[in-house]
Nanobody, 127 residues
Framework: QVQLVESGGGLVQAGGSLRLSCAAS????????MGWFRQAPGKERELVAV????????YYADSVKGRFTISRDNAKKTVYLQMNSLKPEDTAVYYC????????????????????WGQGTQVTVSS
């Protein structure tokens, strides 16, 4: 069983930066692709970024390419989302998710591929 806890959300002005963290339970193996999703009120939950279990391969939604960076520290069982040049449109609850996989280069992009989800952390970008 994997438990995920997000942190780092908050209120920031447009153009600012935030770094989100997602910590997995201590005994979690590193054989998980890790994804960040977000959901704004009245909208579908959408994929933001994915890191393969090895951390070598990444995937980004077009809306965040060049602004967001996903990374992971497998020794700390933690995945990060560095968000720069934030826009009001980035306002949402951000969720961390894990997909059990033995493919070290695999970057799942579908919501139903993920097995575990965190509680979410609110990111609000003001103009």
């Amino acid at each position: 069983q994997v438990q995920l806890v997000e942190s780092g959300g908050g209120l920031v002005q447009a153009g600012g930066s935030l770094r989100l963290s997602c910590a997995a339970s201590e005994r979690t193996s590193n054989n998980y692709a890790m994804g960040w999703f977000r959901q704004a009120p009245g909208k579908e939950r959408e994929l933001v970024a994915v890191a393969s279990s090895s951390g070598v391969n990444t995937y980004y939604a077009d809306s965040v390419k060049g602004r967001f960076t996903i990374s992971r520290d497998n020794a700390k069982k933690t995945v990060y989302l560095q968000m720069n040049s934030l826009k009001p449109e980035d306002t949402a609850v951000y969720y961390c998710a894990a997909d059990r996989t033995f493919g070290v280069l695999f970057t799942p992009t579908r919501r139903d591929e993920y097995d575990y989800w965190g509680q979410g952390t609110q990111v609000t970008v003001s103009s």
